[in-house]
Nanobody
Framework: QVQLVESGGGLVQPGGSLRLSCAAS????????IGWFRQAPGKEREGVSC????????YYADSVKGRFTISRDKAKNTVYLQMNSLKPEDTAVYYC?????????????????WGQGTQVTVSS
């Protein structure tokens, strides 16, 4: 059974950092497309950063380029999202998602499995 569990969210001041984790179980992340998405109240779910396990190609939304970094620990079967220089507009529920495709996929509708989400709030 595919299961994704996010952690690491919280309240942080503008300019601060957080590292989100997404622990996968029931499968290995090899040969899966991996993505981090976020959804703020009243807004659509948007792709933040995505990763192709087959070749390591990454995608970042323009709004987070240079501030966020996606990475994977194969031994722990876990994906991370390092978020630096956080801004109030980064406030949202963050989700990790996977789908059994060898590709870089950047839209939510392309993903089949989702975690429960973790809240990130950037506020002074």
């Amino acid at each position: 059974q595919v299961q994704l569990v996010e952690s690491g969210g919280g309240l942080v001041q503008p300019g601060g950092s957080l590292r989100l984790s997404c622990a996968a179980s029931g499968f290995t992340l090899d040969y899966y497309a991996i993505g981090w998405f976020r959804q703020a109240p009243g807004k659509e779910r948007e792709g933040v950063s995505c990763f192709s396990s087959s070749d390591g190609v990454t995608y970042y939304a323009d709004s987070v380029k240079g501030r966020f970094t996606i990475s994977r620990d194969k031994a722990k079967n876990t994906v991370y999202l390092q978020m630096n220089s956080l801004k109030p507009e980064d406030t949202a529920v963050y989700y990790c998602a996977v789908t059994a495709r060898v590709a870089l996929l950047t839209t939510a509708k392309e993903y089949d499995y989702w975690g429960q989400g973790t809240q990130v709030t950037v506020s002074s």
